[in-house]
């Protein structure tokens, strides 16, 4: 049985946690309810005539999202 308190945890720290204890059970059980009961956003339907632009702009908010949340000094090359 785990003696941390995930509920008083924020997102980065349980995730920062569970990354650390990978052996606990009870971290990895409230990292995945967490996220589960988050409401979930639809990107495109597969019968949207505009499935891939909105495929690709939904991937480039999400790495756009994490450049800016990485350090200045951490540079990351993009490929095209």
Do not use: C, W
């Not at 495109?44 to 495929?55: E, G, Q, R, T, V």
């Amino acid at each position: 049985m785990s003696q941390a308190n995930f509920d008083a945890m924020s997102d980065a720290e349980l995730k920062r946690y569970f990354l650390s204890n990978r052996q606990d059970q009870g971290a990895f059980q409230a990292y995945l309810d967490r996220f589960s009961q988050r409401p979930k956003s639809l990107i495109a339907s597969p019968s949207d005539p505009d499935f891939d632009a909105k495929i690709q702009a939904a991937i480039r908010q999400k790495l756009e999202a994490s450049h800016s949340s990485q350090p200045a000094n951490n540079t990351v090359e993009q490929t095209e």
